[in-house]
T-cell receptor, first 115, second 112 residues
Framework: NAGVTQTPKFQVLKTGQSMTLQCAQD?????MSWYRQDPGMGLRLIHY???????DQGEVPNGYNVSRSTTEDFPLRLLSAAPSQTSVYFC??????????????FGSGTRLTVV | DAKTTQPTSMDCAEGRAANLPCNHS???????VYWYRQIHSQGPQYIIH???NNETNEMASLIITEDRKSSTLILPHATLRDTAVYYC?????????????FGTGTRLKVLA
């Protein structure tokens, strides 16, 4: 099925551990983004990409790295996990056509707990 | 980047129209208004977007005022499954790139 696939769905980390959240889309979308959503809060943009090889910071980039080596994949790396990074992480992708930007398609999320 | 202001919560009776307002008084001329919703803890779902004309699709209608400083999302016949948090977003552009900034949204509760 076409869409945005995030893995894993659930993860528990110990403080100081590192890990990579995977995100893949098969719709050939050029735009991809990572958001985090803390309990009862809205979504905050971590990093985004407008194409392979191009990434930029969002609202809350500290503690996270991203890369975009292919159009399909946009992994999010936690460098040294902290309890403050306990959150639900959403990946999303979108595209534009003749100057019109279309809506984002979101993945189902990764629920991360840092203990 | 244009910011948006939405009411924190709203209730709507099942079968009635739900009208969700959004203020975006600092919107620029080439910025679009997008609406998403998030049901429980699922990933947000795109609903509709527009620039200055009213838009309608199978999910909802979007009414943008002539001065573009505010908009209203209309769910014509709300059902219990429309209970969700609704986000109004203005597309931000910086040096040819763009990013979405989500606000806190409106929590819509559809009542039986």
């Amino acid at each position: 099925n076409a869409g945005v696939t995030q893995t894993p769905k659930f993860q528990v980390l110990k403080t100081g551990q590192s890990m990579t959240l995977q995100c893949a889309q098969d719709m050939n979308h050029e735009y991809m983004s990572w958001y985090r959503q803390d309990p009862g809060m809205g979504l905050r943009l971590i990093h985004y990409s407008v194409g392979a090889g191009i990434t930029d910071q969002g609202e809350v980039p500290n503690g996270y790295n991203v890369s975009r080596s292919t159009t399909e994949d946009f992994p999010l790396r936690l460098l040294s996990a902290a309890p403050s990074q306990t959150s639900v992480y959403f990946c999303a992708s979108s595209y534009s056509d003749r100057g019109l930007n279309y809506g984002y398609t979101f993945g189902s999320g990764t629920r991360l707990t840092v203990v | 980047d244009a910011k948006t202001t939405q009411p924190t919560s709203m209730d709507c009776a099942e079968g009635r129209a739900a009208n969700l307002p959004c203020n975006h008084s600092t919107i620029s001329g080439n910025e679009y208004v997008y609406w998403y919703r998030q049901i429980h803890s699922q990933g947000p779902q795109y609903i509709i977007h527009g620039l200055k004309n009213n838009e309608t699709n199978e999910m909802a209608s979007l009414i943008i005022t002539e001065d573009r400083k505010s908009s209203t999302l209309i769910l014509p016949h709300a059902t219990l499954r429309d209970t969700a948090v609704y986000y109004c977003i203005v597309r931000a552009t910086t040096s040819g790139t763009y990013k979405y900034i989500f606000g806190t949204g409106t929590r819509l509760k559809v009542l039986a």
